[in-house]
């Protein structure tokens, strides 16, 4: 628990950069696992939605000390990193939505599209590797970028991709016959019901107007985005785009008086930028963002907000990961599961670069003045440093920062 406390604020740079500092200490120094068994554990993770680094982190406890230690992992990784942007999103109230636009946070925005082009770049290279990926990907990318407003196109266009890529059996034939395996069902029961009762209580909430319905609508928000989000914190900062920024503007909601969750778009890219200058993982937005969310209602009802964000996107990363490890030596011997993979890697590559393209169209980089040339350099910038250097993305924060309280 020491080791993984220690690396919870040590662990910059997102999925890659833990991967690295996860063979560094619990494969080199520690020898908790070895490196054969810490690559099946990332890319069986690959495999599930959610938060993937935690989710390896969280087998490698499980590993070691089973689910009691397990538990206690995936706590002590998610704290330090959920602390510090549950903590930023007061900061952000304080300060106030109007002067973010023009405050040292203002090249945050563009930084964070940024940083979104350059997962698109690097995620391509990687999953985009043949035609049918090729042509799912700019299907998805299209489909993103027209559709961004309607609430079921991040799912639907994942289901697709998946059934897409299960129709070849020449490229990925199937070889082996699977054998009958007894599974524990108790955490994948869990993680139904808990599905169930959010969705049932925030729609009764909706329906019913509870004086708390924010809150019921805030979590099963956040269980939903953790229990389908491909991709990681990419995937889930254009998701949350949507459900608090895009959506409420729409004609069903935007004359409605409805208490809804809404969130300003200047708001959420700033967190979005911020949590890259943070050790931990990229899930911990969920914790700013549900402070912000529950910003009107006072401190306490904000910071439950930040408690409710951490609980919601966890959990299901949580219950998917301890349900689907112990019977995976048979699972991973079902072809489907492969074939569907390489579709919904594609369909992810396609959300990025979409949502990188809706969102771009709303900075300010026309009219072509003083301000859209920074906007601009600051995108491309951060963009190619990523892909040039092996800059730490805290100093590109730090830099975007000094920028925005110097000009």
């Known amino acids: 628990m020491k080791s993984v406390l220690l690396h919870s604020i040590t662990a910059f740079g997102g999925p890659q950069g833990h991967l690295g500092m996860m063979l560094k200490t619990f494969v080199d120094k520690r020898k908790d696992v070895s490196k054969e068994e810490l690559m099946e554990y990332v890319s069986f993770c690959q495999m599930l939605p959610g938060a993937s680094s935690t989710q390896t982190l969280t087998l490698i406890g499980y590993k070691r000390g089973g689910l009691p230690l397990a538990v206690a992992t995936l706590i002590i990784w998610i704290l330090p990193a959920c602390t510090l942007m549950g903590a930023f999103s007061f900061l952000v109230t304080e300060i106030g939505t109007e002067k973010l636009q023009t405050s040292t946070f203002q090249f945050i925005q563009p930084m964070a599209i940024g940083f979104l082009a350059y ?11 043949n035609l049918i990926t090729r042509i799912i990907m700019f299907v998805a990318t299209i489909g993103t970028f027209l559709f961004f407003k309607t609430p079921w196109v991040f799912p639907t266009l994942i289901i697709l991709g998946g059934i897409t890529t299960n129709f070849s059996s020449i490229r990925i034939p199937e070889k082996e016959k699977i054998k009958p395996h007894h599974i524990r069902w108790t955490n994948i029961w869990l993680f139904v019901l808990v599905f169930l009762v959010a969705g049932y209580l925030s729609e009764t909430a909706r329906k019913q107007e509870w004086q708390n319905r924010k809150a019921y609508n805030l ?10 989000v491909f991709g990681g914190g990419d995937v889930l900062i254009p998701m949350m785009l949507d459900q608090y920024v895009v959506r409420p503007t729409t004609p069903r909601f935007a004359d409605s008086k409805q208490n809804i969750i809404r969130i300003d778009k200047s708001e959420l890219l700033t967190g979005a930028g911020i949590v890259r200058a943070i050790p931990g993982p990229v ?5 700013y963002t549900g402070g912000i969310a529950l910003k009107k209602g006072g401190v306490l009802k904000q910071l439950w907000g930040c408690v409710i964000g951490t609980v919601g996107i966890f959990l299901p990363s949580a219950l998917l990961v301890l349900f689907f490890f112990p019977v995976w030596q048979n699972l991973k011997k ?39 040339c920074i906007n601009i350099i600051v995108i491309l910038g951060t963009c190619a440093t990523l892909i040039l250097t092996r800059l730490p993305a805290p100093v590109i924060v730090i830099c975007c920062l000094l920028l925005g309280l110097l000009i």
């Not at 979590?219 to 389908?228: A, D, K, Q, V």
Request: aromatic share 18%.
């Open 283 to 287: 899930f911990s937005i969920a914790s």
């Open 219 to 228: 979590f099963e928000n956040f269980y939903r985005f953790g229990s389908f």
């Open 119 to 129: 997962a698109a770049i690097k995620t391509f290279g990687i999953s985009v590797t």
């Open 334 to 372: 079902f072809i489907v599961v492969y074939r569907a993979l390489e579709g919904i890697n594609a369909v992810v590559v396609g959300l990025i670069s979409g949502s990188t393209l809706f969102l771009l169209k709303d900075v300010s980089i026309i009219p072509f003045n003083f301000l859209a």
